[in-house]
């Protein structure tokens, strides 16, 4: 095989694999009316914010092992609709480094409704750990 086809194969081999995680890893029923919030979510938030059920793994407790970009572990933290559009209309809480904006109308819509349901909760929605704070206040 010729050195560009062999590169070519393995590129595009790398690039299904890729997008064969990334789809297996979000735990919402693609039947779920969550499931498009879902989807957004790892795709705008996922590399800033940890969420288990939406299978990202974007911020950290261990605060000698924190990054600037680092946003909050939504595993732990618990937040209403109303509040996470306001984070998303105004680039989060702090101002910090969160664009303002990420996602817009519907979109928006459809993420702060499946973070509402999932964050701060077991996977699945039931209730469980309500209100943990953020990674930029817990000691290592």
Known sequence: MAPRALIAVCVAAAAAFTVGCASQSIDVAEDDPNHEGARLFVERCGACHTLSVAGTQGSTFDVTDREREDGPNFD???ENVEDILFAIRNGGFSG???PENIVTGEEARAVAEFLAKYAGKPQGGESGKLGAPGPET???
């Open 96 to 98: 910090a480094i969160m």
């Open 76 to 78: 732990d933290r618990q």
């Open 138 to 140: 817990v000691g290592g």
